[in-house]
Nanobody, 126 residues
Framework: QVQLVESGGGLVQAGGSLRLSCAAS????????VGWFRQAPGKDREFVAA????????RYAGSVKGRFTISRDNAKNTVYLQMDGLKPEDTAVYYC???????????????????WGKGTLVTVSS
């Protein structure tokens, strides 16, 4: 079993930066791929970024590529999402999710992920 807790959300002006953290507990977390997803009001949950268990592979949605960076520190059981150049359309609740299957993580399908945090709200003002 893996438990995930997100933090680092808040209110930021357009063009600003935030770093989200996903702190995990559970013996299998270091073997899990991790994805960040987001859900804006009235919209479906969407894939943002993913990182493999070792950190050697990453994936990004086209809308955030070049602006967001995902990383992880397995010694701290934490995954990060550095968000730069934020735009109002990035406003959403951001969730981290984990799964032992890398193929599931990179599929970007939220319904297939095994473990979820409760989310952290990011609001970008124009």
């Amino acid at each position: 079993q893996v438990q995930l807790v997100e933090s680092g959300g808040g209110l930021v002006q357009a063009g600003g930066s935030l770093r989200l953290s996903c702190a995990a507990s559970g013996r299998t977390f270091s073997s899990c791929g991790v994805g960040w997803f987001r859900q804006a009001p009235g919209k479906d949950r969407e894939f943002v970024a993913a990182i493999s268990w070792s950190g050697s592979s990453t994936r990004y949605a086209g809308s955030v590529k070049g602006r967001f960076t995902i990383s992880r520190d397995n010694a701290k059981n934490t995954v990060y999402l550095q968000m730069d150049g934020l735009k109002p359309e990035d406003t959403a609740v951001y969730y981290c999710a984990a799964d032992l299957q890398w193929s599931t993580v990179v599929s970007g399908n939220p319904s297939a992920m095994d473990y979820w945090g409760k989310g952290t709200l990011v609001t970008v003002s124009s």
